[in-house]
C-alpha cells in the first residue's frame, strides 16, 4: 500500500494538481503495500503493473491516491498522506520519502521532469460578425484570420521502491501526463467579403 501511495504520490505532486500520472511500476521482486486504513496488506507479483498516481492537495495537506492493476487485472487503491513536513516538488526536483514517513514496508525516492514543447504557428480563418449603430440594426459577417500554436507540458515521474533495511531497489515506476493548450497568438480584424 504504501508503494501505491508513492506512486500516486509522485505523479501528483509532479503535475502540482489533480491531473493522473499514467505509468507501469517494474516490480523485481515481491512488493508488500499497505491499504489507506493500515489494516491490511497486499502484495505485488513480480513484473510490469500499470499504475496510475493522482495528487491532492487540501488545506495545507498532501495526499498521494494511487490506482494500479495487479497481474489478474485486479485493481488495488492506495493513498499515501505526505507529513506537513515534506515539501515535494511540483514540475521540477527530486524527493526522498522514508518507510517512517509514509507509513509503508518500503522507501521512496524519485525525481520529477517538466519538459514544454511550442509547435509551429499556424493561421486558420474563422468566421466573425460586426454591428454599426445599435440603433440602426446594421450587422455584417465576414471572416478573421488567427494565428495560434499548440503548447504541450509534460510531467515526467521516475520513482524508486526501496527496501526499507538493505535500500535495494524492489520496484521502479516511470509515468507521466501532458498538458495541451491552444495558445493565440494574434487576431485579425473581422472583414466582410
Do not use: W
Request: with cysteine; glycine share 8%.
Amino acid at each position: 500500500m504504501k508503494i501505491q501511495n508513492l506512486i500516486n504520490i509522485l505523479p501528483i505532486f509532479l503535475v502540482g494538481c489533480n491531473y493522473p500520472m499514467h505509468g507501469t511500476l517494474d516490480v523485481k521482486s515481491p512488493l508488500t503495500f499497505r491499504d489507506h486504513h493500515g489494516k491490511r496488506s497486499f502484495q505485488l507479483a513480480p513484473g510490469d503493473h500499470s499504475m496510475d498516481v493522482r495528487r491532492k492537495d487540501d488545506f495545507g495537506r498532501t495526499e498521494l491516491k494511487m490506482k494500479l492493476f495487479d497481474s489478474e487485472g485486479k485493481v488495488r487503491k492506495v493513498k499515501i498522506h505526505v507529513p506537513d513536513s515534506v515539501t515535494l516538488p511540483d514540475y521540477e526536483g527530486s524527493f526522498a520519502l522514508t518507510s517512517g514517513q509514509i507509513d509503508q514496508p518500503f522507501n521512496l525516492a524519485g525525481k520529477i521532469k517538466t519538459v514544454e514543447t511550442d509547435y509551429p504557428r499556424q493561421v486558420s480563418s474563422e468566421p466573425c460578425g460586426y454591428g454599426y449603430g445599435y440603433y440602426y440594426g446594421s450587422y455584417y459577417t465576414g471572416t478573421r484570420l488567427i494565428t495560434s500554436h499548440q503548447h504541450d507540458k509534460t510531467l515526467h515521474v521516475s520513482a524508486d521502491f526501496k527496501d526499507e533495511g538493505s535500500d535495494k531497489c524492489i520496484a521502479k515506476y516511470k509515468g507521466s501526463n501532458t498538458q495541451s493548450q491552444l495558445v493565440i497568438d494574434a487576431v485579425g480584424p473581422c472583414v466582410s467579403p
